[in-house]
């Protein structure tokens, strides 16, 4: 593997850092720039379709929409595909922050402390000192 072949992950972050840059840019805008951008580089490589950072911020189930259509770009070496599927991942990430807000704050489907909570707290309360516990509990309703 060459030491400048992106993965599907790259070019994801690469889409986001584009929409922060301009969130006004439409999905065809950005499809040309990263186009332009990754024509002619190396595809990437199939093993590793999965975005990490998105299991953070959408299920399953919507972010990873784009990723048969990005793989089938890679098989057929076709920058149009791979970059239509991480930009529909990207979509689909972005409208369920959109309507739902972050992932587990608007509905008990999405929850991922669900069954874990009780444990969490217990294992908390007893390894983290109680100053240190009462910071993280406030931090982390600020963020909701």
Request: charged content about 35%.
């Amino acid at each position: 593997m060459s030491t400048n072949q992106p993965t599907i992950a790259d070019i994801f972050r690469r889409a986001q850092a584009l929409r922060r840059e301009n969130p006004q840019l439409s999905y065809k805008d950005l499809r040309a720039r990263l186009l332009d951008e990754y024509r002619g580089a190396p595809f990437p490589p199939p093993d590793k379709l999965a975005i990490p950072e998105q299991d953070a911020r959408a299920p399953e189930e919507d972010w990873s929409a784009g990723l048969p259509i990005a793989l089938r770009g890679i098989q057929r070496q076709d920058w149009g595909e791979i970059i239509d599927g991480v930009l529909m991942s990207l979509e689909q990430t972005e409208r369920y922050e959109r309507e739902r807000g972050p992932l587990g704050s608007a509905d008990r489907w999405h929850d991922r402390s669900k069954g874990i909570r009780r444990a969490l707290e217990q294992g908390l309360s007893k390894w983290m000192p109680a100053d240190l516990l009462a910071a993280a509990e406030r931090a982390g309703r600020r963020d909701r």
